[in-house]
């Protein structure tokens, strides 16, 4: 990471107790789903797991999902154990964490996508035809 990177990454980090205080984060993956239309952005631990993943990715469609700090980094930051998953309501204090982190995210983008086949079908499909086949 650059400098720059660096200092937003720091600086968004800082700010995570405020939104916390604030009462712009939401937790808990079905809370989250229930409230997409008020969340201006997702944040996913980088230790998510690949099911957890695919999840997010076909169940949050409308905002974007950004991918940064592991579950250990958010307890330490803003004292929430055991968190992957956080959305940040729509806010100043949330626009400015999320300029902050898409200047420094690797996977900031509508959403996390499921691996798409050739033909248009999403691995998960792919893997239950061949199920029901086998059967």
């Known amino acids: 990471m650059s400098d720059a990177a660096d200092t937003s990454a720091r ?3 800082g700010l995570l107790p405020f939104a ?3 009462g712009v984060m939401v937790m808990g993956r079905e809370r989250i789903y229930r409230e997409q239309k008020r ?3 997702v944040m996913v631990c980088t230790d998510l797991s690949g099911n ?3 999840e997010i990715a076909q169940r949050i469609t409308q905002i974007p999902v950004i991918e940064r700090y592991s ?4 307890e330490q930051l803003a004292h929430l154990p055991n968190t992957k998953i956080i959305g940040f309501k729509k806010s100043p204090l949330s626009q400015r964490i999320f300029s902050l982190l898409k200047s420094t995210d690797q996977h900031c983008e509508p959403a996390i ?3 798409e086949q050739d033909d248009g079908r999403t691995a998960d ?3 239950s035809n061949s199920t029901k086949d086998s059967l």
Do not use: G, H, V
């Open 125 to 127: 499909t792919e893997e």
């Open 11 to 13: 600086e968004a980090a």
């Open 20 to 22: 916390r205080k604030a």
């Open 52 to 54: 957890s993943r695919r």
């Open 71 to 74: 579950s250990a980094e958010i």
């Open 113 to 115: 996508k499921p691996q």
């Open 39 to 41: 969340l201006l952005f």
